[in-house]
T-cell receptor, first 116, second 113 residues
Framework: EAGVVQSPRYKIIEKKQPVAFWCNPI?????LYWYRQNLGQGPELLIR????????DSQLPKDRFSAERLKGVDSTLKIQPAELGDSAVYLC??????????????FGEGSWLTVV | GNSVTQMEGPVTLSEEAFLTINCTYT??????LFWYVQYPGEGLQLLLK?????DKGSNKGFEATYRKETTSFHLEKGSVQVSDSAVYFC????????????FGTGTSLTVIP
């Protein structure tokens, strides 16, 4: 079974440019997460979807970040315009329906963004 | 609120040494507890988990026991290998908050031959 697939793996852009990351979750996983991981830190949640509905986007910087999951399967995270402080790893993760106790989330390999 | 506190690294051990990475948590409900491992250049992988008090999670020689009385979930391994070099993250999920995950800051482990 394929895991969580993310692209691109690496991206270097100049500040003020836009960038987009794509994620395809594990088949059958209703819940999709986008996390940001700064160097030497743990992942921090940006947004969580249950199917196509964003149920937790309280930590998403909405002035420059946007996300969508139109058909409840794959998802795109966009940053426009990018700032130097956005350099980080953007991790996508998925799980089965979020209400189950002990639900495990599975991560992709991450998209490594460097803003110069 | 919910949070996870891990011992700070980096940790450097010789091969075959005993490993302990401390993790304590704060939770408002009845959380599930996890250890994830991140190898260089990769995403996080589930190492083990425990869903209720006194449960022991184990995998690849690693173990952790869910201790409600001390709100702890310490990771242990009896004999580490060079291939165990990675960053280890303790995490909790709380059903009362829709299974939102809370991660610690990670502990870097380097095992030297």
């Amino acid at each position: 079974e394929a895991g969580v697939v993310q692209s691109p793996r690496y991206k270097i852009i100049e500040k003020k440019q836009p960038v987009a990351f794509w994620c395809n979750p594990i088949s059958g996983h209703n819940t999709l997460y986008w996390y940001r991981q700064n160097l030497g830190q743990g992942p921090e949640l940006l947004i969580r979807y249950e199917n196509e509905e964003a149920v937790d986007d309280s930590q998403l910087p909405k002035d420059r970040f946007s996300a969508e999951r139109l058909k409840g399967v794959d998802s795109t995270l966009k940053i426009q315009p990018a700032e130097l402080g956005d350099s980080a790893v953007y991790l996508c993760a998925s799980s089965t329906r979020g209400r189950l106790s002990g639900n495990t989330i599975y991560f992709g390999e991450g998209s490594w963004l460097t803003v110069v | 609120g919910n949070s996870v506190t891990q011992m700070e690294g980096p940790v450097t051990l010789s091969e075959e040494a005993f490993l302990t990475i401390n993790c304590t948590y704060t939770a408002t409900g009845y959380p599930s507890l996890f250890w994830y491992v991140q190898y260089p250049g990769e995403g996080l992988q589930l190492l083990l988990k425990a869903t209720k008090a006194d449960d022991k999670g184990s995998n690849k020689g690693f173990e952790a026991t869910y201790r409600k009385e001390t709100t702890s979930f310490h990771l242990e391994k009896g004999s580490v290998q060079v291939s165990d070099s990675a960053v280890y993250f303790c995490a909790l999920s709380d059903r009362d908050t829709g299974n939102q995950f809370y991660f610690g800051t990670g502990t870097s482990l380097t095992v030297i031959p």
